[in-house]
């Protein structure tokens, strides 16, 4: 059977590839966020999972306002990246795992969440850089993966509640597959940040810290806030966590976390990084 | 501003369906610009292609003028305005400088100080 | 408050559009199935409802398998039909009412249905017919419509027992809209049909006699099947009969059959028609 | 014939995961035929068409023999494959007729006693 071994939380932004590129971890500004990475990038050495969901919110690269969907599936044998509109060079295509993809979408809709099925899917920084943080050697990450996302961009987003129940719903679906794999999830988003409105740059440390602190003593502690409430404390990006809350719901059994670093700021970013693994 | 949502927290605004209504041909401008042809021809004859996509006066308007505020307020939202200025080459520092009314070093410093 | 004031079920088949282009109404093969529809055309003229809701789903001309929605809703101030393949000329456009979508869509959000939002969206037959059959004399129906659309395209599909629950989540978000409006239900599908495989041509009138029956009598019936079973017993497209149990859902209280009508075959379908009219 | 779904009703076949995976390549040729003038580009140069959307051997032999159940077989939605039935001027009774192997009017009469 398939087994979840465990998730990796953390926060992306543009700027992180641009440090890739210019080669910029021992940088003083960079440093303290690149360090946190090393013993993720050994935990997963050690472990080797053979597939990776990625669960992540698209930035208007593979979604438009014309087809929105709340939460979306790939279903493909290869995922491409593509310009965003800043002309980054692109990056090699991400191997898929379209059969537990199916599973996964199968599953799911048996569970009346309602996907949207991708079977071709672009996928974009959100979705690329964490891979290339694990996996800071490999152009392409040496695993499968399948994207999930979940819409941040136009409200209504889904609430934290039911993001938590879609992570609980991807446990289900993996750990009932025949297949011997080890999957890992992994979340990408947050923390706090703000790019828009006279409020930008806003960043909360306080409730940063707590909600981490939650995914490993209380999970279940953020879905008591209304996404209006979470971008009050965090800001109007940092509702992003709403990655980080579903890649931990998606983790079952007993769950013990293993590494975290936070550092204020990356850009206009509160960067956070936890590493969970299932026992 | 207290929003549909029921949002009311100083200087946020949520991307909601009457923004969405407001901002459609204007956030569909700034997806097109995923595409570096688009951006080429956006900046070969900006007036021509806020037109082609339809924009009305006050979204040319903000377009023409890099007001940012002015950006959201006519619905565009951040996600693919974040196009825009990577065409106008801002970074989110430059924005959130804009957007705030300070200096990019005082804005630099604002986001440092959160972190203490 | 919004009220819904009905609801109205019909079959849609490509063909009915080259009946009524070709005045065929009065044809031996094509009256049982136009004679249906004049009690409801009288209906529907005396109500005079603002706005319609048109639950059906599309066949591939506004969704391609790269972004696949298991439920999409319409929020635009207008829709386009377009050529779907066959060159028949396109319709006016239909006129929107993106403030009641939007209601919708937070509603249906806020209660866990995970829908895809489309500000702009192409308009097939199973959208556009029951409209010309429900209004013969317009050439666009004269009042707003929103397109509510559901997979029966590829597996999985919502099972019936979910599409029951968004009918009914649809029926909590139009009566606590604070506008005065009446708003109407259609439900275009079905009824018994199957065009591929060697199977093809399979109907079953017992069975779509017994679901018409349920629609009044026990509307909750269908939701016992799963879609394989539906599709054992109605046909492949059979399974479209789920845009009719959607549409039964979304009528709230006491809710009286008026009229049906029911014809073996319009092209391959079992062609039925129901009206139902909430007290 | 027993699928993922778990059907097992002969002569029926559902478009699941596994057909889906097996059929993009057909399907999204057919999805294309929406389009007028990709429906004369197929017309002008099947073999090229075919090529051009990345078709197998398999799928391009049944487009060529126009093989209703092998088109199925090879992945192809009734969906989509309706667009290139519209293609060939042939309407939902000559397909049902190729697919049982009745002659059209058999066909027909068949839908008829369906009926009573
Ligand atoms: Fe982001
Ligand atoms: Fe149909």
Known sequence: ?279 | MTQASGLNVPGTYLFDGDMAMKGYALNKMCFSFNDAANRQAFAADEAGYCWRYGLNDEQSRVVRERDVLGLLAAGGNVYYLAKFAGILGLDVQDLGAAQTGMSKEAFKQMLLEAGK
Chains 1, 3 share one sequence.
């Open chain 1, 1 to 279: 059977m398939a087994k979840i071994v465990g998730g990796i939380t953390t926060s992306h932004v543009p700027a992180i590839g641009r440090a890739i590129a210019q080669n910029l971890q021992q940088d003083p500004y960079w440093k303290p966020f690149f360090d946190g990475f090393p013993p993720v990038q050994k935990w997963l050495d050690e472990v080797k999972p053979d597939v990776a969901i990625v669960i992540y919110n698209d930035h208007g690269l593979n979604f438009f306002l014309d087809k929105l969907p709340t939460f979306a599936v790939g279903a493909a044998a290869q995922y491409h990246n593509a310009d965003e509109g800043w002309g980054i060079p692109t990056l090699p295509p991400f191997t898929g795992d379209a059969a537990l993809s199916w599973q996964l979408i199968n599953s799911l809709v048996a569970d009346e969440f309602d996907i949207t099925s991708c079977q071709e899917m672009l996928v974009d920084h959100a979705f690329s850089l964490p891979l290339k943080l694990l996996w800071p050697e490999h152009d392409s990450p040496p695993l499968r993966t399948i994207p999930v996302c979940i819409n941040t961009v136009q409200y209504p987003l889904p609430s934290a509640a039911r993001c938590y129940k879609l992570g609980e719903a991807i446990a289900r679906a993996v750990t009932s597959w025949p297949e011997e794999l080890k999957v890992v999830v992994i979340g990408s988003g947050g923390l706090s940040h703000q790019l828009d409105g006279e409020r930008a740059g806003f960043i909360n440390k306080a409730f940063d810290l707590q909600f981490m602190d939650s995914l490993t003593a209380a999970p279940k502690w953020a879905t008591q806030y209304r996404n209006e409430e979470l971008v009050e404390q965090t800001g109007t990006q940092g509702v992003e966590l709403l990655m980080w809350l579903t890649t931990r719901a998606a983790l079952p059994g007993e769950v013990v976390e293993l590494h975290r670093n936070y550092h204020i700021p990356i850009s206009n970013t509160a960067a956070g990084m936890m590493l969970f693994e299932c026992r």
